[in-house]
């Protein structure tokens, strides 16, 4: 259970201003203890072998506003940033930090960073925007950040010496994995100087591929998003003689939109994602799945992960010597690659859609609204505790408290032998292994299309 | 452990015609072993209790195909029913059964009743459709449910005789509440007879109040829909001078799409829920509250579920002995009240929407229609293995086969002092309570508003 | 066409501070010559008959900017205020002013008068609203008006004694018919007093009847919208035995958002509009209409115009001398009516779906916003050149000016005998008359039914 | 006005077997009249010109039933053919046209031709598809075309040989002006063979570039949507330091996409058409204006159409002797030269959204679903009444009659001094020219943004 405790900056002394009580029955929402927490695991197997080894199983802390906080919110200045990509509810989760700071804590003084971590880094210039809640109140309508974003690091000690300069005691850091670990760079640097300043991460990554939490914000968003494009492939594929509509969708290292777009859809035959390897060559290829289905005339719509296939983008790159750099997307490869392998064989016609930055440019779905309001509520009421290294999520559908260091030590992908890869294959009737090695034979190599 | 174990008709034999794997890392999908449960109750303490007390926690058998199954597909006949008010996502479940019961099993003769049980009534004469995946193919664009449904039960001895003469050897029921209880009356008498019918439920509820579940389908879709007449309701209340806009939104016993859409939108300024009891008259009554609100020239958006303050219609219904059934709308009751209340006092508008017709009858919004997919192949899986008189479901996360009578022994509600309704605190700083007889001292009664 | 000739404060001496060509050709944007016109009615015969009777056809001048002007712009204050109910693209309108007013013409001093007309009474005391383009530059993805408005007139009197003692030198007023006959009392008023004040109207109807314009703003929208309830009330009539979905649409004098949105769907059954006169009772009424679809079991979607069946209302009141005021609405006459005519005579479900304030309080679709920013354009030019008493509109897809005095003469109507209702009837196949009085005999009653 | 004349097969003597009127003022609704007709040119000024002259005005023929028809529906077999691109609401024009003919004239035999005009050639061997109502009616809620598309003509002697041997007497080709062309062949061919076959077009380009008609279907579904893109592009520019938004959107050959969508959203900085040339290079090009942009850390929305700035393509093509053709895209070369350009020199980032797919594979709106409707019904009738080598359009909002040879004569283009592009440039602010040559002088060289 050790590695899923939270640190905090000190003891929680001063009585929260928000008016909730504690004893339950009375119809008053209540403050959240301290020592309540769910099991991260709820699998009856695992649990059992965790209490027949004498161990406690791995828990999470409940999140939630705490009877004792930590931060005296008329004293305190916080801040807050918005790293990597764009992403459906940034603006939301904004929006939620400010309303509760300011209504929940008093707090008064919140500093918006601009454009990620470049905007901790005085050299680059950027000035600070105050945030206030007449600011924020209708910006969830739309999409984007309105503190701007950058990717990449700053040097821990450049940022430190912003915070510590500016007098922010909490800085809420919104961001993907490389964001955490700046976070937690942020961190050690604080601890090192022995300082008073909290860091709350909120996991930002519409991939959805965060370990330890049921789903991160903006995910529903792009899948349903994604849908329409699927959609307009489906259109272009039917419209035409052995029409292909390929689209592209997000998804570097797991193929969680791509196959949940697809399960939306149900029209789509054949999705491809990091987590499976295909060959373009050979009887178990894209080639010749294509080939069988060109013979009887079929559309085909396909579906592939922008990380799905990289090995064949690395060949490429090792066999041109020309710096031909220009390739490295693995639907323009595939749309070229399929072009020309057929052009003068049959008729057929490939439109190719990659629809990613209307996708992670919109504002969030009612569903990502909402979530983003608990999450940004639920990091307020951390912060304010005194906790900190930490970031807030949801697991079994509870708002939990999980140590940042917890969060980037692993990443989820799609479990090619799970629930959701198999609704997948039972929904597209695609080949089982698109290789000539598979792990087993072939004669059973797919499910009956569900079309 | 007991009462959460399913029945089945008999011991799985036949292997089934679904190419699965067994073994986990070959990257082949596996089939379901029976024994794989999680856990009811996330919570450590409730956990910690269990086990000093020697008991086993409750647990649910996990969904999914299995190796062995009972019924022969290629012999089998099913059928299927749809029941109670049209709901986001039916066309989407019978497509999936319909779909899995083909193309997983072989199952080719698939009969759909028509306008809910009354089709499994001879007497009424409805003809039977025969299902097949060309005809489902893309029914989910649609809202409503092909089949037709109908409100109230049948007499389950004439149901019996319709399934027993027409050689039904599984029927699907996707319904409520009422529905499943005429399930497990269905059953009863399958099992008096001794006849080797399984019936397997998909639990509908648009309200999202189904006990041992995360959520029910189409309650995702319902919100979001919701949330745009919020929004309406906005423009309305900001466009007119002490605007009031009061949206009417579903919720028989429990206030789940009111508290989430307005937690979606953030703009809800007092949100009444069927779990909150709430007055008219008094200093801490609606019109007190609109009064104060009308002294300082602010519009208001009301959001009311269809269930709250059922007991002022009661007094009316007594009061009112000329037999006048036109009321019993809390929503056009409060029109009513608050426009003769007011008029002629204060200049004012209110504008009342209720969408709630508008909401059922949409297709299911991607998150609904992927769950769907879920539960109806989760469903044919389970009939298929010679379970009965259970439903599929999704238990943090995870889909799950749960006893009928344990879904129909209890309902959720909103839980007053849970982490959702403090959030609505939170977002629209409405009163605690709004009544005269509080469980508490009136002092601390609200926290901030943060809209 | 003396009666479309357009009123001016004076001569246009200043030069237009608006960078633009007047030579056709050098691909730069030109002013609009003073002289240009388009005729009003484009029929052969209509233009022949004037030609031969020496007369010029009735024409109207061409909307935009001018190369001389009245108004200085530095130093001029605007004024505008929006009235009667809310429409989609009210909004663009107001930002469309002031982006034209500040950024065209260098006006700094933009008054907004909220609440309609209302905010010209000071006695009434709302306070104005200061516009700037930093104020407006969102303000299109909101529905409603930012302003406010209000129905009903003002004393002209006292509104001009508002507009002198604010030096407002230009008004723009947005609303529909008694809005304009407040715009032309208002000018009257100016002329008596000789006051240098000019009145620019922008025409507001989402029922789409205003005389001599193609369309009026919101009309798109909402008909859009509207083809999204009917599609809900096929969902409900399809997903019953003998369902029926009555939806309830704007149009108080006229059928235009009822029939194109039943032409949009191509689903509905019957569209009942206001000028065409319909029975309850007798073989041709709207019972035996029913009867004869329930007698076939088939479902029904009804479209009814607010302003349809009104003599049964009034019939009803004469009756009912108990004071009920609760009728008056014909969607929930026509359900209940209906309800309690068959009830316990056939199994049939009514659903009633009353989409109004959802439809008029969205934002503009992009159609309309883009035609809103035109109007808003024109708008300014026609009031900076010292045109007043003028309405813009969009005539023949061209932007002209109209006097007010004309738009108020007279209104669209549906032509029964036109393409339009034409393409209704072949769309629904429903009866040309539903009354035992029809002009012409009841063997040809009918076309057929396109569904 | 001979050159508006349209064809006819001869005289149409059968009675019309739809049950209409010919009376005004019966509320029935009418035929109509042959000799109805309306002027092409709704000015004045060329109105007196032509009046002054002597001679009649340019004018087009009405559009719908008429009394006496040249076919007889029961003996006709009629055939219909999709070309080009696909383009929102060909499904309801194919719906509209199989509905009409169906129930309108009791035309059993319909014939749908698949994949364009290579479906009327019996080498390539694709099978014919029979329509009626029961196939079609709900495919308009799809996008794309159930009868499939090609591009490209085929032998117009294949054709009509195609066509004799089916007896096939009306003809419907949807498509652009490639299939307008190749109608003419077709229409040449039954000429000249003498056969009695009418030709009917129905005008689709989603570009909306055909002259004398006001607009053409699936234009505004393409505004729509191209507005969401734009909304995205928006989003990404503001969250991210210096972002550029590029958006590409279609139209080879006029910009009334990229105009009308860059007026919808009213966040649009920059415009590029096929109308007006730009530079890169020099004071004025692009280059510069994105430098001065960046100077002041501005963000950018930049429009393209597809057809804008093709001779920097053609430069390039002629410099590179390589064969290499992955360019030619100019929303691809504009992204890849302005981020070559920039790189290294300051912090920006650019995001290129294509959304073109998606677009022309929508669905109608419900504006572009009703017009389809009207276009095809009158189709049907002109082609029953024996109108040949003509299409419907819909000019100053009434449809009518065009002889083909006129519609493929010229093409609308964005007029560069008129009002549409005004207000463009008074809504971005954008410079009058992008170019060192420019017929006028600089020193006027744009108007002040309305962003």
């Known amino acids: ?39 991260a695991d709820v699998c009856v197997d695992t649990l059992k072998k965790y209490i027949s080894d004498g161990q406690d199983p791995p828990s999470m802390e409940l999140a939630g506003p705490r009877q004792h906080i930590y931060f005296d919110g008329l004293k305190l200045r916080a801040g807050m940033v918005t790293c990597g990509g764009i992403c459906p509810g940034l603006n939301n989760v904004i929006r939620g930090l400010v309303m509760t700071l300011h209504h929940g804590y008093g707090v008064k003084e919140i500093v918006g960073f601009k454009y990620g971590y470049s905007g901790l880094n005085p050299s680059i210039g950027h000035p600070t925007v105050d945030l206030n809640p007449d600011m924020v109140r209708n910006i969830h309508t739309m999409g984007g950040t309105i503190l701007g974003t950058s990717r990449g690091p700053q040097e821990p000690k450049v940022m430190v010496d912003t915070l510590e300069k500016m007098k922010i005691g909490l800085l809420f850091t919104v961001g993907g994995d490389g964001t955490f670990r700046g976070a937690l760079a942020l961190h050690e640097e604080i601890r090192r100087r022995g300082l008073d300043i909290g860091i709350i991460g909120i996991p930002k990554t519409i991939d959805n591929d965060i370990a330890l939490v049921d789903k991160t914000f903006g995910f529903e968003t792009a899948v349903g998003l994604a849908s329409d494009a699927i959609k307009a492939a489906y259109s272009e594929a039917r419209s035409a003689e052995r029409g292909i509509g390929l689209v592209k969708l997000m998804g570097r290292n797991s193929g969680f939109i791509a196959a949940n777009a697809a399960l939306a859809m149900r029209n789509v035959n054949l999705v491809l994602i990091p987590e499976l390897p295909f060959d373009l060559e050979g009887d178990n290829g894209l080639y010749a799945y294509l080939g069988r289905r060109f013979d009887v005339g079929k559309s085909t719509v396909i579906v592939v992960a922008e990380g799905a296939g990289q090995r064949h983008l690395e060949n490429l790159r090792g066999s041109d010597a020309s710096g031909n750099v220009a390739l490295g997307d693995i639907g323009i490869f595939l749309k070229e690659r399929i072009s020309s392998r057929f052009k003068g064989k049959v008729r057929f016609t490939l439109k190719y859609i990659d629809p990613s930055y209307i996708i992670r440019s919109a504002p969030a779905c009612p569903t990502d609204a909402i979530f983003c309001g608990y999450l940004a509520q639920a990091a307020v009421h951390a912060g304010m505790s005194g906790r900190t290294a930490m970031a807030v999520g949801r697991s079994h559908s509870m708002l939990t408290h999980i140590p940042i260091s917890a969060l980037v030590a692993e990443r989820k992908t799609v479990d090619p032998e799970g629930e959701m890869w198999l609704s997948v294959l039972e929904s597209t009737g695609q080949p089982f292994y698109m290789t000539d090695n598979p792990p087993k034979e072939l004669s059973r190599n797919s499910l009956a299309p569900q079309l």
């Not at 009585?15 to 309540?36: H, M, Q, Y």
């Open 1 to 39: 259970m050790n590695d899923l405790t939270v640190e905090k900056l000190g003891p929680a002394k001063i009585p929260s201003p928000i008016n909730l009580g504690t004893e339950p029955g009375d119809l008053l929402a209540d403050f959240v203890p301290d020592g309540k927490r769910v099991i």
